[in-house]
């Protein structure tokens, strides 16, 4: 495949053949050696050939092979004449990150690490198929679908003040219940407030550099030896199902004879089930929105027990698996665009109506995590991103090796001799996790976030270090 390197992190796949643009990914020479491994670049080209596609194909430095698109794919589509492909955003719908922010002190944690630690391990339920005590009436599924984190808050888990702190103020408008389907709402049932498996996790972290101290003064990041709490988790199987449903309904109802691969299974935006979609995917991503917020009013009880005058105030929550219609400056235009992010983080820079007021001089805030012994990053959006990436930049390390080659190339005794070395306490359901998520499964988020910041799609804020991990 033609690639060539147009400037410093940033790689061009030329138009040709089918494709309707070019294709841009972002990364250094050292992740493009792990890009160019597996399918990654070949998935970039595929997406460049879906009708209505604008500017560029693109791919985040964290990229990697996943169905249909690369994980790390970001594509913007007209909304008259462009698509809407289920593949392109992710069978997690709205798998996100969520921080908070404490007033505990690394040193403070650490004599009641333990303690904490299986405390939150109780109060969230995790683990394959693993869902909550509580199990939802059809009725209060479908409130929670429509109004998302406002459920929650109303039912007194949490407070105004969180609202303003998650991204679409943790509702999606036009969510309709009635285009989820009974097997996706059985399945997410029992699921509110659990973490699920594979790399979803809640980190115990310390604050340990900060590179922007206004800008995380402003986010609540005060100093080093912070403690923050992480959260990573989606809408678990309500989300799969709608992503799993739609895909099917579209094979069956358009075809996928004219793509270059079935996974790319699509619909014209304005079509009657390219709507309905966008209703489940709204529908799903406020579960999610809301699944997160009640884990984090599980950690914040958790703390409380073991730290009485504990606080842990909520600094934002963002999306990673999602479809967007939002306005970019287009060759001079004002124009409305699909933004389609799959394992890509918003990064909206100064001013957007898009950003909670408290952070609208600012930018938006960024989290990407690392694994269970490397760094996690807080960035900041930024009006480059707007300008080149669709607003938009990496949501983690990215995988460098698969689930099944890791558990073929470590023993759990490797695994926990790295956590050891590097002072991280774990709690894990299955050591088949322990070894698909282990640390060198992932790229090095120290290069993901540099050429972020150097690229300037987000900018470094603070960086944190994992203390404790909770995974499925």
């Known amino acids: 495949m033609k690639i060539k390197k147009i400037s410093e992190n940033v790689y061009e796949i030329p138009k040709e053949g089918k494709m309707l643009v070019p294709g841009r990914i972002f990364a250094s020479e050292k992740l493009m050696e792990k890009i160019q491994q597996d399918k990654t670049s070949e998935q970039v080209k595929n997406m460049a050939t879906l009708p209505g596609i604008i500017k560029y194909s693109i791919a985040m430095p964290d990229a990697h092979w996943g169905y249909g698109a690369p994980v790390g794919g970001v594509a913007a589509f007209d909304p008259k004449e462009g698509i809407v492909s289920p593949g392109a955003i992710g069978f997690d719908i709205n798998c996100g990150v969520r921080l908070l922010a404490s007033n505990i002190s690394k040193e403070e944690f650490l004599k009641k690490r333990k303690e904490v630690t299986h405390q939150i391990a109780r109060n969230v339920p995790s683990g394959v198929g693993r869902g909550s005590k509580e199990k939802l009436s059809d009725a209060e599924l479908d409130e929670i679908m429509i109004k998302g984190v406002n459920w929650a808050v109303e039912k007194h888990f949490g407070t105004e003040n969180d609202i303003e702190r998650v991204e679409d103020n943790g509702c999606i408008k036009g ?27 809640i980190d115990i972290q310390e604050v340990e550099e900060i590179y922007d101290k206004k800008t995380a003064e402003i986010f609540g990041l005060r100093e080093k030896g912070q403690i923050v709490v992480m959260i990573h988790c989606g809408s678990r199987g309500l989300g799969h199902q709608v992503a799993s449903d739609y895909i099917k309904k579209i094979e069956d109802k358009i075809g996928t004879e004219n793509l270059p691969d079935r996974q790319l299974a699509c619909a014209p935006i304005n079509s009657e089930i390219g709507k309905d979609y966008f209703k489940a995917m709204a529908a799903a991503a406020n579960f999610a929105f809301t699944n997160r917020h009640m884990i984090m009013h599980q950690i914040r009880d958790a703390f409380k027990n073991i730290f009485p005058k504990s606080e842990l105030k909520l600094v934002y929550d963002i999306a990673h698996n999602i479809a967007k219609f939002e306005v970019y400056d287009i060759d001079g235009k004002e124009t409305e665009v699909c933004t389609h992010r799959k394992g890509a983080t918003r990064s909206f ?11 609208r001089g600012t930018g938006c805030p960024i989290f ?15 009006k480059k991103a707007e300008e080149i990436s669709f607003g938009s930049t990496a949501h983690g390390s990215g995988r460098a090796m698969s689930r099944t080659q ?10 926990r001799k790295m956590l050891a070395e590097k002072d991280v ?14 640390p060198n499964v992932y790229k090095d988020p120290n290069e993901v976030v540099r050429v972020s910041h150097d690229l300037g799609i987000g900018n470094l804020v603070a960086k944190l270090r994992p203390l404790s ?4």
Do not use: C, W
């Open 425 to 438: 306490y774990l709690e894990s359901q299955s050591t088949k996790a322990m070894l698909e998520e282990n």
């Open 368 to 382: 990407i995590p690392g694994s269970m012994a490397t760094p996690s990053y807080v960035l900041v959006g930024t």
């Open 406 to 415: 890791a558990k073929k190339d470590f023993t759990v005794e490797q695994v």
């Open 349 to 359: 820079g100064p001013g957007r109506k898009e950003i909670p007021k408290v952070y």
């Open 469 to 472: 991990v909770i995974i499925g």
């Open 175 to 201: 969510a309709d219940p009635r285009k989820v389907s009974p097997r996706a709402k059985a399945r997410g049932r029992n699921q509110l407030g659990s973490l699920g498996a594979g790399n979803h996790f």
